[in-house]
């Protein structure tokens, strides 16, 4: 039966029926009171999460020193990390094997080791001072922190011996200084890379979940042969299911975009009113997908496993690990059939640069098509599995 085929009283018999499916569903939520309950907010909390540890500069780093020259260029130095606020002094140790130990156990994730000539090799006129840095490569992230902070600080000491050595004045050595404005993220805030594009994937998850219960509830309580005997069309059936997936997930977006608004201060500087309208059209996609999984699987863990394998699957082609842009050609051309990786690029593009249609629309453009491509698959397989 297709829509245009159904005259005035058909179609609003139709209708009837669907709104007493989609009330059938409220019901069994309302009982499953837990299911819409993680949906709205297990994906808020995870986002919250992801956001509060994103958002705060790597700080407090705890490091060991093992200072062998006692002078105060060497206690200079060990101020000048300090006050980076990056590092944290744990202690001043005697030898390298306390360095060695607590490394082994992580217990610090720096140390720096100066030598014993280290303030006459500054001030000899030929000197050439050194010392030793060593960083816990276990740990990546914090380990760059650390490599940043002291290049940092080693970069200020080095131009005030160069200084020092010309006999000229600060304010007479003059460098060449160039003039650095970053776009879109000005303050370079990992949370503003972070946040939007894990509200994109929670979004995608939530609704695939969703959908993917869908049918697969049904199967596992033994009910979705009464609801195949009963006087429903499989469109009609499938439209009553679609319903309460769309209506949670989209206010578990409108949750989600307004947290990593208000908390997080992620800005909206595009139109809320387009973001809203192209979320819209990507919960449909990914609401075929998740009715698709939902047909296939038998039991609701045989669908919660192929969520998982699916939404990882699109997790490592969206961008948000590594840059689709570095990837090989090949793993270019598979991000470029993945839905989620175009609903990021316009997540992003909203939120941090104020892209409209006229920059979004060949993202758009292929969200459209591969919208259309599973929507079309997921409503002929799924009618096909009814029927």
Do not use: C
């Not at 304010?171 to 949370?191: I, K, Q, Y």
């Not at 199967?219 to 679609?242: D, R, Y």
């Not at 309460?244 to 409108?254: E, L, Y």
């Amino acid at each position: 039966m297709q829509l245009a085929d159904l005259q005035p009283a058909s179609y609003k018999l139709m209708l009837k029926r669907i709104l007493a499916l989609t009330k059938k569903e409220f019901i069994h939520l309302r009982n499953d009171w837990w299911l819409p309950a993680f949906m709205l907010f297990g994906g808020v909390l995870e986002l919250m999460a992801v956001g509060w540890a994103t958002a705060r500069p790597i700080s407090n780093l705890p490091l060991m020193v093992l200072d062998h020259d006692r002078s105060a260029a060497s206690r200079s130095l060990v101020i000048s990390l300090e006050n980076t606020e990056t590092f944290a002094l744990e202690a001043m140790v005697e030898d390298f094997q306390t360095i060695e130990d607590a490394l082994d156990r992580g217990e610090i994730s720096a140390a720096i080791i100066i030598p014993p000539n280290f303030a006459e090799e500054i001030a000899a006129s030929n000197g050439k001072p050194s010392l030793s840095m060593i960083l816990n490569g276990a740990e990546s992230v914090p380990a760059t922190a650390a490599l940043r902070a002291a290049e940092g600080v080693i970069a200020s000491l080095n131009e005030k011996i160069i200084i020092q050595r010309l006999g000229l004045s600060s304010d007479e050595f003059d460098g060449f200084a160039p003039r650095l404005r970053v776009w879109f993220n000005e303050a370079l805030s990992e949370a503003l890379y972070t946040t939007p594009a894990e509200m994109g994937l929670m979004l995608e998850f939530t609704t695939l979940l969703f959908a993917a219960l869908a049918f697969s509830r049904e199967k596992e309580l033994g009910t979705l042969e009464q609801l195949l005997v009963m006087p429903f069309s499989s469109l009609e059936i499938i439209i009553g299911k679609a319903i309460p997936v769309i209506i949670v997930a989209f206010t578990d977006f409108v949750l989600m975009l307004s947290m990593v608004h208000f908390v997080f201060k992620v800005p909206i500087r595009g139109s809320l009113s387009l973001l809203f309208i192209l979320a819209f059209g990507y919960l449909l996609v990914e609401l075929g997908k998740g009715m698709v999984l939902s047909v296939i699987a038998k039991t609701q863990m045989q669908a919660f496993l192929l969520v998982l394998l699916f939404g990882m699957s699109d997790f490592m082609f969206t961008g948000y690990a590594a840059p689709v842009e570095s990837m090989p050609k090949a793993m270019q051309f598979i991000a470029n059939i993945v839905p989620a990786h175009h609903w990021l690029e316009i997540l992003r593009g909203i939120l941090l640069k104020g892209a409209g249609m006229d920059v979004l629309w060949p993202h758009v453009a292929a969200l459209g098509i591969l919208g259309t491509i599973i929507m079309t698959f997921s409503l002929r397989f799924v009618r096909k599995a009814l029927d």
